[in-house]
């Protein structure tokens, strides 16, 4: 058995974080990543391309400039790659994650190199021109991690992301390359605390909503600062079932990384020993020669899909989960996305629109849990492949069970929403198609008049001015802001916080040929297709129209 059996505490109200670390615990310790030295397969069949033939002494003789030694050069190499950068929460620890997992990888008697690349923070470019570079960034970190495994020869891959578009970009690099992989997610950060607001948990929407609030005269400056301030209070991602969550959760459930690494915090012993059980988890991968396209097979993104409808996740895992199928040779269409969505309930009370934050859900069991409870329901295949060298069901059977007065995960009795969040919308604005976040609580129709801005800024100088108010039904159009006309699909944060700040959450619906963060709630419509830029019909839209 993978995962030892916990004693479940009788009576408990909640799990604990030390209860859930040692069900992580048990992850390096765990008999499957034992690799029995008797009749040991070949490891190294990749690098052995230039650690064996002696034509290419000059390739070894590089290696040994690194430190490698001769019997090293029979060893399985190990690519680690995180996107580290000092510069943005999110990301500024995955260096110290990526020194664990390098500490895992030697233990399990493989050789660990590794290296970096790039990213970009769409908190702190949220609302500004270097949005234009978040969803490149997506690529750009797939293309890297790509160069250098085939460039370098690595026979395996352990890659570490933190912010949005890491997760999506170093998950299509595994598919493009398809050698045993691995992907450790940085985990989240601690939620943040306003002592202005009576010591109210904050986060980073809270700092975008701030503004709308302010602008209203809601709120004070130094209550505006107080949220600025306290927000973010060290590393890891953002805290609610934003993009960064929601991949990491899609990708859990498909079976890609360790069991509980999308809920582990940022800032947790089960992070670490996590990290660590990532050497032994990868040497297993490479002695059964299990790839990436063994795990993400349709089924897998079938799962990932459900999951991402029962937590409310964001509208960026339609084009990343799209993209990623795409890197294994899987063909989804955001009718797939529909498909699911009408037959999947949303359960989870979990930010942007509910109460709660990742580090809520890791204290009741965190994602474990969560899939224990999904499968115990027959919602999800426990049958699918994972890094463990395990099935789905087989990781979960000695991970925790949700308390019993737990409000985070609501019944399939009682739904938030008996359908998905996630709606695939077409129409005379959207001929093509439209992604919409709709989860009940917004209502299930709007119908306005528009207000129309080629340019988020405009809107944005609009509200200041008091153009938008309140009791008066509007449809707010942000357009050529689209893949050509942003260009780069920028997200749509600033806007939908402003409005929900300013108290316009029930008067006013967003639609846009852009995107939205994870971050964004309230009656909003992204992805509109064709975009405005390539004359669609958006475009065509005047102020005063009627949308419904």
């Not at 050698?179 to 939620?191: E, T």
């Not at 069970?401 to 019944?411: C, G």
């Given at each position: 058995?993978?995962?030892p059996?916990?004693?479940?505490?009788?009576?408990?109200?909640?799990?604990?974080?030390?209860?859930?670390?040692q069900?992580?615990?048990?992850?390096?310790?765990?008999?499957p990543?034992?690799?029995?030295?008797?009749?040991?397969p070949k490891?190294?069949?990749?690098?052995?391309?230039?650690?064996q033939?002696?034509?290419?002494?000059?390739?070894?003789?590089?290696?040994?400039?690194?430190?490698?030694t001769?019997?090293?050069?029979?060893?399985?190499?190990v690519?680690?790659?995180?996107?580290?950068?000092?510069g943005?929460?999110?990301?500024m620890?995955?260096?110290?994650?990526?020194?664990?997992?390098k500490?895992g990888?030697?233990?399990?008697?493989?050789?660990?190199?590794?290296?970096?690349?790039?990213?970009?923070?769409?908190?702190?470019?949220?609302?500004?021109?270097?949005?234009r570079?978040?969803?490149?960034?997506?690529?750009?970190?797939?293309?890297?991690?790509?160069?250098?495994?085939?460039?370098?020869?690595?026979?395996?891959n352990?890659?570490?992301?933190?912010c949005?578009?890491?997760?999506?970009?170093?998950m299509m690099?595994?598919?493009?390359?398809?050698?045993?992989?691995i992907m450790?997610?940085?985990?989240?950060?601690k939620?943040?605390?306003?002592?202005?607001?009576?010591?109210?948990?904050?986060d980073?929407?809270?700092?975008?909503?701030?503004?709308?609030?302010?602008?209203?005269?809601e709120i004070?400056?130094?209550?505006?600062?107080?949220?600025i301030?306290?927000?973010c209070?060290g590393?890891?991602?953002c805290?609610?079932?934003?993009?960064?969550?929601t991949?990491?959760?899609?990708?859990?459930?498909?079976?890609?990384?360790?069991?509980?690494?999308?809920?582990?915090?940022a800032?947790?012993?089960?992070?670490?020993?996590?990290?660590?059980?990532?050497?032994?988890a990868?040497?297993?991968?490479?002695?059964e020669?299990?790839?990436?396209?063994?795990?993400?097979?349709r089924?897998?993104?079938?799962?990932a899909m459900?999951?991402?409808n029962?937590?409310?996740g964001?509208?960026?895992?339609?084009?990343?989960l799209?993209?990623?199928?795409?890197?294994v040779g899987?063909?989804?269409?955001?009718?797939?996305?529909?498909?699911v969505?009408d037959?999947?309930?949303?359960?989870?009370?979990?930010?942007?629109?509910?109460?709660?934050?990742?580090h809520?859900?890791?204290?009741?069991g965190g994602t474990?849990?969560?899939l224990?409870?999904?499968?115990?329901?027959?919602?999800?295949?426990?049958?699918?492949?994972?890094?463990?060298g395990?099935?789905?069901?087989?990781?979960?059977?000695?991970?925790?069970?949700?308390?019993?007065?737990?409000?985070?995960?609501?019944?399939?009795?009682n739904?938030?929403?008996?359908?998905?969040?996630i709606?695939?919308?077409?129409?005379s604005?959207?001929?093509?198609?439209?992604?919409?976040?709709i989860?009940?609580?917004?209502?299930?129709k709007?119908?306005?008049?528009a207000?129309?801005?080629?340019?988020?800024d405009?809107?944005?100088e609009?509200?200041?001015?008091?153009?938008?108010?309140?009791?008066?039904?509007t449809?707010?159009?942000?357009?050529?802001?689209?893949?050509?006309?942003?260009?780069?699909?920028?997200?749509?944060?600033?806007?939908?916080?402003a409005?929900m700040g300013?108290?316009?959450?029930?008067?006013?619906?967003?639609?846009?040929?852009?995107?939205?963060?994870?971050?964004?709630?309230?009656?909003l419509?992204?992805?509109?297709?064709?975009?405005a830029?390539?004359?669609?019909?958006?475009?065509?839209?005047?102020?005063?129209?009627?949308?419904?």
């Amino acid at each position: 058995m993978f995962l030892p059996q916990l004693r479940m505490r009788a009576n408990a109200s909640v799990v604990t974080s030390r209860r859930t670390s040692q069900y992580f615990r048990s992850l390096s310790t765990s008999s499957p990543f034992r690799a029995s030295q008797n009749d040991e397969p070949k490891l190294n069949k990749v690098s052995a391309a230039i650690t064996q033939p002696k034509s290419q002494g000059a390739s070894q003789a590089m290696l040994y400039a690194t430190g490698m030694t001769e019997e090293g050069l029979n060893k399985a190499q190990v690519g680690i790659s995180s996107v580290w950068y000092s510069g943005n929460p999110c990301n500024m620890h995955l260096m110290d994650l990526n020194h664990r997992v390098k500490e895992g990888v030697e233990r399990a008697g493989l050789i660990g190199y590794q290296f970096n690349t790039i990213g970009v923070s769409d908190g702190i470019s949220m609302g500004t021109k270097g949005m234009r570079y978040s969803l490149q960034s997506r690529d750009l970190i797939a293309d890297s991690i790509e160069t250098v495994m085939g460039g370098q020869w690595y026979d395996a891959n352990i890659s570490i992301p933190g912010c949005d578009k890491n997760m999506p970009g170093v998950m299509m690099a595994m598919g493009r390359v398809n050698r045993p992989s691995i992907m450790v997610y940085g985990g989240s950060i601690k939620p943040g605390c306003s002592a202005t607001q009576n010591n109210a948990d904050i986060d980073i929407v809270s700092a975008f909503q701030a503004y709308g609030q302010f602008i209203t005269g809601e709120i004070s400056e130094e209550t505006r600062f107080d949220v600025i301030r306290h927000a973010c209070p060290g590393q890891g991602a953002c805290g609610g079932m934003y993009t960064a969550n929601t991949m990491a959760t899609a990708i859990e459930v498909m079976g890609m990384t360790l069991p509980g690494s999308s809920s582990n915090p940022a800032e947790s012993k089960a992070k670490y020993l996590e990290c660590l059980a990532a050497g032994g988890a990868i040497k297993k991968l490479l002695q059964e020669d299990i790839r990436p396209r063994d795990i993400m097979t349709r089924s897998a993104f079938e799962q990932a899909m459900i999951v991402v409808n029962i937590t409310g996740g964001s509208t960026n895992a339609v084009l990343h989960l799209i993209a990623i199928a795409d890197s294994v040779g899987i063909k989804l269409t955001i009718d797939d996305f529909q498909a699911v969505s009408d037959r999947t309930p949303f359960l989870a009370d979990l930010k942007p629109s509910g109460k709660y934050v990742m580090h809520d859900l890791y204290n009741i069991g965190g994602t474990p849990a969560l899939l224990k409870f999904l499968l115990k329901e027959g919602v999800v295949d426990g049958s699918g492949m994972t890094v463990t060298g395990q099935t789905l069901a087989k990781n979960l059977e000695s991970a925790p069970d949700f308390p019993s007065d737990q409000t985070i995960i609501r019944p399939f009795s009682n739904p938030i929403k008996p359908t998905g969040h996630i709606q695939i919308l077409r129409g005379s604005l959207a001929p093509g198609g439209s992604v919409g976040k709709i989860t009940g609580k917004e209502g299930l129709k709007f119908e306005g008049k528009a207000k129309c801005y080629n340019d988020e800024d405009l809107f944005i100088e609009a509200l200041e001015r008091g153009e938008i108010k309140k009791g008066e039904k509007t449809v707010v159009v942000i357009r050529y802001e689209g893949p050509k006309g942003g260009p780069g699909m920028p997200e749509m944060l600033k806007p939908s916080s402003a409005i929900m700040g300013a108290g316009l959450g029930n008067d006013v619906a967003l639609i846009t040929d852009g995107r939205f963060s994870g971050g964004s709630h309230g009656f909003l419509i992204g992805h509109i297709v064709p975009e405005a830029q390539e004359g669609g019909p958006i475009g065509l839209v005047r102020d005063g129209d009627t949308v419904v």
